[in-house]
Structure formats: structure tokens, C-alpha cells
């Protein structure tokens, strides 16, 4: 909702190109968002139950889990699947 992403320019170029579709939504929207979804995982998952001890530690175990789900694309596409949202290749 920031005021630039709905300035009169950008709707002009928007209009131009009938391939680009613009929805706006509300500031704050977890539900519709799939890395919400991504983040639970994590925080369910490869981030519970431990006491970190450096922040290079936090950071190599979200680097781990994020590689785990990377390769588990049922635990991606049900994030997605969550929102309601759809990817649709052109």
C-alpha cells in the first residue's frame, strides 16, 4: 500500500501491458503470504528445541532446514496450496 505502488504512472504502464495483472493487498496478509508458510516449517521443524549459541549457528540451521524443504516440493506447494494463490506458467 505504499503510495508509489499506486501512483498514476505505474497504472498507465500496468494498462499497457495486458499481460500484467496488479492486485493490491492489504497491508498485512500472512494468510495470503507462502512464506509464512515456509517459516513455520522451519520454526516447527529444524529450529525447535535448540539453544543457539551463535548467531552463525541460528543461521547455518535455517540454511539447513531451508535445503531440506528446497528438496521436498509437497512441503512447498502445500505453503502455496495454504494462500489460495496458484502459479500459472505461461
Do not use: M
Not at 27 to 50: C, F, T
Request: proline letters at 7%.
Amino acid at each position: 500500500n505504499l503510495n508509489v505502488h499506486k501512483a498514476a504512472d505505474l497504472q498507465k504502464f500496468a494498462e499497457a501491458r495486458d499481460w500484467l495483472t496488479i492486485y493490491y493487498l492489504p497491508p498485512y496478509a500472512p494468510d495470503l503470504n507462502p512464506v509464512e508458510g515456509i517459516w513455520s516449517l522451519l520454526r516447527r521443524g529444524w529450529l525447535s528445541n535448540v539453544a543457539f549459541s551463535t548467531p552463525e549457528h541460528l543461521v547455518q540451521r535455517i540454511r539447513r532446514g531451508l535445503r531440506h524443504i528446497q528438496y521436498r516440493s509437497e512441503l512447498i506447494d502445500g505453503c502455496l496450496a495454504e494462500t489460495g494463490l496458484a502459479i500459472r506458467p505461461t
